[in-house]
T-cell receptor
């Protein structure tokens, strides 16, 4: 149980285009989902918190207009990187917290984004 | 804001040995959780162990145990009888708990643990 998927697992795009990453909780309802960013050989940094049906809360320094987050249902959150640039290339990981077990976050496998 | 510090960028031990990874944190919060996550080369984050700050007893999960020193804000991970599959990055993480539920995680920089055959 408590499986989180991400799609796509990797994506390559041209500079200036937008990319959407999906995060799904497969066997539980996720009241809250989190988005993290991980640069090569570095730690995970929290980007934003999204609660189902409400606007996402962004961490300081994260551009909300560049990283659009939508949490339209209890099983799906999306991260859209708008007008992507090479510096947005990174590993993006989502996690989800269930209604029944609010103390633990379950992580997706991550999405590697490369912007050319 | 809270910070998490892992002072050992890399550690290497022989298979079957015991190894301890260090973690310290700083916070003014009273309700929080601490975690150790493992990230193998696949980059999938795997929960190793968690500790509720209000619990005095140290958490254990099979070969993994923690030494939680709340006053010292220290949270070390001990791996007994280390195995080759334990080779991975290990991240210490802090999670604040409030009325609205748990916040996102604050991670340390990680320790790359290598188990030698």
């Amino acid at each position: 149980g408590a499986v989180v998927s991400q799609h796509p697992s990797w994506v390559i795009c041209k500079s200036g285009t937008s990319v959407k990453i999906e995060c799904r909780s497969l066997d539980f309802q996720a009241t809250t989902m989190f988005w993290y960013r991980q640069f090569p050989k570095q730690s995970l940094m929290l980007m934003a918190t999204s609660n189902e049906g409400s606007k996402a809360t962004y961490e300081q320094g994260v551009e909300k207009d560049k990283f659009l987050i939508n949490h339209a249902s209890l099983t799906l959150s999306t991260l859209t990187v708008t007008s992507a640039h090479p510096e947005d290339s990174s590993f993006y990981i989502c996690s989800a917290r269930s209604r029944s077990d609010t103390d633990t976050q379950y992580f997706g496998p991550g999405t590697r984004l490369t912007v050319l | 804001a809270q910070t998490v510090t892992q002072s050992q960028p890399e550690m290497s031990v022989q298979e079957a040995e015991t190894v301890t990874l260090s973690c310290t944190y700083d916070t003014s919060e009273s309700n929080y959780y601490l975690f150790w996550y493992k990230q193998p080369p696949s980059r999938q984050m795997i929960l190793v162990i968690r500790q509720e700050a209000y619990k005095q007893q140290n958490a254990t999960e099979n070969r993994f145990s923690v030494n939680f020193q709340k006053a010292a804000k220290s949270f070390s991970l001990k791996i007994s009888d280390s195995q080759l599959g334990d080779t991975a990055m290990y991240f210490c993480a802090f999670m604040k708990w409030g009325i609205g539920g748990a916040d996102g995680l604050t991670f340390g920089k990680g320790t790359h643990l290598i188990i030698q055959p």
